[in-house]
């Protein structure tokens, strides 16, 4: 039709080309459907003798065809937007169509404008469905890099949107960011491979009609040589026990970079005798046929190098050799088994290690020796002769021979024994021993001439320690005196073998103590030794942890009723039971040492106490039990001092003592009775800040570490144990220290200026009165009889026991006058004092004998002045009877 249309057109006559309006249409519309109706565009279409399109100039917009019968526009092909308009580069899409209508003589074109118009048929979408970037490692210039990424299309042209997420859907902060304007992706840091080798990220894009799409970003770290290779042990001990196969050890060295940037290469940097390695695996192999003993050959230096580019890294591991096999130990004793040592006598060792070196076939002397055994200190090594001895120190050492009640124990005891060359310390052989020792007290008392005491630091002074024993011949009878040699000057011993402590006791300044006695013989007028015993008294803290050691880990426990529930006490051997003091009340899980309350009326009560035993089925000696306290109640009341302390003077025996005073506190929260046990205590005292002072935690004893210092303030802090809170006093104190010698020292000047006075006074009086009974006498000689002669006269001896006896206050008889020119003094201990005193001259009266007489030195230190006072008014009265009875004639002179 269309090519009849334009072979018909050159003849007619005329033409017309008219313009139609605009029609729109949508896109992908069904072939066949209706544009619009002709006859509602064209006028008079149904008078017209023919009509149809005129054929467009490209086959491509051939897309219409006219419906005669319907007299409408269809669809003739497919109309895709983006396949017709987009080549355009148009924003709109018009296709104009041409419709030639033919009458008489005339033919009428007219073009209808249709306008494709787009719709959302096309979704968006990447041309990939992952992208891989990679970025090196360490990247010095990483600021400056970006890496381009896909983009999405939409062929409906719609705006399309990018978002950047990590996997797990977070925002990439501080890693990566995506630059919009250039569409590319940029680092925020420099990335290390090492700490993360691989990064995934999700680009998402959208509009604002479909659903979003998206790709995986895949970031790989690119390895760089920066790691150097690490020994994962380094040192590495290298234990050698076998000299019979070659021992083999494998060298764990790890390199975090990869390919051959991690692929490593092993030398040895000494070589040893003995040693090679493999360079590939790092194998070590050690053969003992070519082993040479060196001197200071403890240590092996490997090379590990990787095969990185384009700097090879490299590191040194270090192998610490053990070589296991060089010595032969044995433990030589005096008993067939071994295993079980009776111990009778403690001087004497417990055995013996003999060390032989498997070189040279001999003993070795140059070997050092470390020895542990399962009861930390009880053992000594003499490390010249290898030979064991118990050590007289150790605590549970002295809990069992302290103990007579128990004659017979054993303890099982586990040794480690080290042995070490002297030259090289990587030469070591090692042995473990099991031990019973059994202990003969009486025995052990007897031949090892040793009795061991345990007393308590806080004991009082003078206080009597019986150290009777009837199985030691020394001790077993009370006839035997003893004097004892004591360098501390701290004991004495009394005549019933009581041991009396004569200074306070404190374990910081000395916890041991050697004393011996000695008997000293009656009969005989020199000191004799016939028997002889040495007592070794340790001085123990009652709160200390060596004395429930080692079952318990403290000396006593204070408990809420909170906590009471995750208390354990810690696990015991199988011969060794816990036991509760009040079991109806507490009971004591013997699997995990948990304690549970029974009665629940303990929960009325603000505080409660019981002990718990450790039993020793073993070594009954090593039993020991230890308080606790549980708190029940609320802590309401501070520790208060049971006297007032602000300011004290303090008298001290000696300069010398460093003991001060003992500080008793009580805390108000407990009853009275609980006040002063000794377990568990109820105050914990402390000093602030205090140098020069120290002061028990427990039992409140001050001792001064100053011996020069005469006055101390300080802070005394007093804390309680109770709960949830441990209530908190402090005490501002000031002590002023005063020692009795020093106070007798001061007391002496002013008792000799008192005595000096008196004296003189009493011997002005006394020679006053003896003029006067001279003249007296005198004058009754004159008036008496001639006839009698002095010569025939003997002098009239005084009864000088009547004197003692009757007016002397001392013991000791009164000194005999050799003649006018003897004085008699007070005895001063204070040579200047005593000077001043012999300037004073008593002269005594003429005596009737010339026998010499020693002053002896007890009567010199108490004749006192009333003495002689006495004695010469009886004498005076004694003489003058004398004389009465004599013909009333004087025989001799009073002065």
Known sequence: MIFLFFFILPFVSSQTIKQLNEISINEELPIGSIITFLTDKIPNLDQSLEYDLVTPVSSELDLFSIDHTRQSLIIKKRIDYEQICTKTNSTHCIIPISIAVSNHDTIYVYILPIRIKNINDNPIKFSVNRTVIEIEENDKNWYKKSYLLPQATDADGDLITYSLYLQNWNKPTGLFELDQTNFSLKPLKSFDREQQNLYLLRLIAQNKHDKDVSIDIIIIIKDVNDNSPICEHNPTIFIINNTNSISILSLNVTDLDEGDNGKLEYSIINPLSGFTIDRLTGEIKFDYKNWLRENNQTKLFINVTDDGKPYRLSTECIIELKFLFAFDIHFETNYTDDSLINI??????IGKFLIIDKQTKMNCFDCLIDLNSSLDDI????????????????????????????????LLININLNVFDKNNPSIISTKNYSLILSFNKMKLLINSNILFIKIDQNIFLNEQISIFNRYHYCLNNHSK???INDPTNTFEIDNKYNLIVKKYLNIKQQQNYEIILKEIENNQTEEINSCSIQLRIHVYDLYSVANVYPYFTQSFYILSSTNISQFSLPSLPSYVKYISSKSNEISIDEINGSIAIQSPSLFSSYSYDFYIQAINSQTPSLSCSIPIRIFFGINRQSPRLVQNLTKQSIEIPSLTSDFIYQIQAYDPDLSLDNQYKL????????????????????????FRKNS?????NFTLILMDFGQPDRLITRVQITFHIKSNELLN?????????????LISSAILVMIVL?????????????????NKSLANISPTTP??????NEYITTTTSLPRVVNREQRIYPTITNDNERKLLEQIHLPPPPLYSAEKVFIKQDYQQNLSMNDINKYLERFEKIYNNSSESNGQEPIGLVV
Not at 344 to 349: A, D, G, V
Not at 708 to 712: K, L, P
Request: proline share 4%; glycine share 0%.
């Open 379 to 410: 053992f000594y090594l003499n490390d010249k002769t290898f030979e064991l001895y118990l050590n007289y120190n150790s605590m549970l050492l002295i809990r069992i021979l302290s103990n007579y009640m128990i004659k017979q124990e054993n």
């Open 770 to 786: 003896l003029i006067i009974i001279i003249l007296l006498l005198n004058c009754c000689h004159r008036q008496s009889s001639t």
């Open 708 to 712: 020069n210092q005469f006055i101390y």
């Open 481 to 483: 005196q003893f004097i």
């Open 344 to 349: 009778e006598n403690i001087h004497l060792p």
């Open 799 to 804: 009864d000088s026991r009547l004197i003692d």
């Open 679 to 702: 377990f568990p205590p109820s105050i914990q005292y402390e000093v602030d800040s205090s140098e020069n002072l120290d002061i028990e935690r427990y039992t409140g004893r001050i």
């Open 745 to 757: 020292r001061q007391e002496i000047p002013m008792f000799i200026s008192t005595t000096f006075i």
